[in-house]
Nanobody, 123 residues
């Protein structure tokens, strides 16, 4: 399974971006798909996930601003990011795996990772 993330860029605070993660060699509907991010000098952190059966989980820091979705026909997962803040600046990674629901926030539960896409939010 290979994951290709794209869509990052530079945006002003309050703006929006949509990240995409195209999956090859697997299907988005049979894996839990997640987004993690890593800011400079910080640990990688969970952002959001959508399970194989459609449950969504969000980090408190992005709830009500970010939305994860998937398109089975395109085998792609999206992360719509609205009301962006400077603290959202990070490299965003998509990941796939089969964690149980209580473990979707744990990065070690994911088998496959994309290469990351940089999001920079200016103040």
């Amino acid at each position: 399974v290979q994951l290709q993330a794209s869509g990052g860029g530079l945006v002003q605070a309050g703006g929006s971006l949509r990240l995409s993660c195209v999956v090859s060699g697997g299907t988005v509907s049979t894996y839990t798909m997640a987004w993690f991010r890593q800011a400079p000098g910080k640990e990688r952190e969970f952002v959001t996930a959508i399970t194989w059966n459609g449950n969504t989980v969000y980090a408190d820091s992005v709830k009500d601003r970010f939305t994860i979705s998937r398109d089975r026909a395109k085998n792609t997962v999206y992360l719509q990011m609205n009301s962006l803040k400077p603290e959202d600046t990070a490299i965003y990674f998509c990941a796939s795996g089969r964690p149980i629901l209580s473990s979707v926030r744990v990065s070690s539960m994911y088998y496959y990772w994309g290469q990351g896409t940089l999001v920079t939010v200016s103040s």
